[in-house]
């Protein structure tokens, strides 16, 4: 079955600094990707969906030029937590969809910042 | 805008009891209805639905859509103790053609299985 891979699983920084998220769809390619938080016992939040070789675009209230997505390759998406902060501590979840029109999650993201 | 409401937010039974979450929705130009189970990580596939009154079923746990009156039902029959998740409604929707729509999820129902 279809694969979807996030690096970091688990990462901890401080206050300030940039943080990358990697999703990555190991066999199968993927011209939509898209990014989502879900805060403790709450549900999954749609940051932004992330097309190969464009801009993403970002749903209402996610602050594009904090949460920096790049889809450079039909493999690859990436968000940066820009200047990170405390709030911005959440499960950082990617999914892909394949030609099927499938739809596939990684395996989380969590991110604690200090 | 698209709006998905799942309850209970919460049950507790115990294993053998049968449980019934409901998802109610309302979206623009709906497309399909999906149920996830997330244990620790991201959530697993369940079900999708697309049209009213076919139920589909894997186990012991089956669903069914109704579109008239916007809502789904997920019934889990002799719950075990790995049942314990939150599962989540989401609903696709958007204009037709090439384009993916959005997912819309509802906050999720806590159903914890005891022994």
């Known amino acids: 079955g279809a694969v979807v891979s996030q690096h970091p699983s688990w990462v901890i920084c401080k206050s300030g600094t940039s943080v990358k998220i990697e999703c990555r769809s190991l066999d199968f390619q993927a011209t939509t990707m898209f990014w989502y938080r879900q805060f403790p016992k709450q549900s999954l939040m749609l940051m932004a969906t992330s097309n190969e070789g464009s801009k993403a675009t970002y749903e209402q209230g996610v602050e594009k030029d904090k949460f920096l997505i790049n889809h450079a390759s039909l493999t690859l998406s990436t968000l940066t937590v820009t200047s990170a902060h405390p709030e911005d501590s959440s499960f950082y979840i990617c999914?892909?969809?394949?030609?099927?029109?499938?739809?596939?999650f990684g395996p989380g993201t969590r991110l604690t910042v200090l | 805008e698209d709006k998905v409401v799942q309850s209970p937010l919460s049950l507790v039974v115990h294993e053998g009891d049968t449980v019934t979450l409901n998802c109610s929705y309302e979206v623009t130009n709906f497309r399909s209805l999906l149920w996830y189970k997330q244990e620790k990580k991201a959530p697993t596939f369940l079900f999708m639905l697309?049209?009213?009154?076919i139920e589909k079923k894997s186990g012991r746990l089956s669903s069914i859509l109704d579109k008239k009156e916007l809502f789904s039902i997920l019934n889990i029959t002799a719950t075990q103790t790995g049942d314990s998740a939150i599962y989540l409604c989401?609903?696709?929707?958007?204009?037709?053609?090439?384009?993916?729509?959005?997912?819309?999820f509802g906050q999720g129902t806590i159903l914890t299985v005891h022994p």
């Open positions: 999914s892909a969809r394949n030609s099927g029109n499938e739809q596939f």
């Open positions: 989401a609903v696709r929707s958007g204009a037709g053609g090439t384009s993916y729509g959005k997912l819309t």
């Open positions: 697309t049209s009213s009154g």
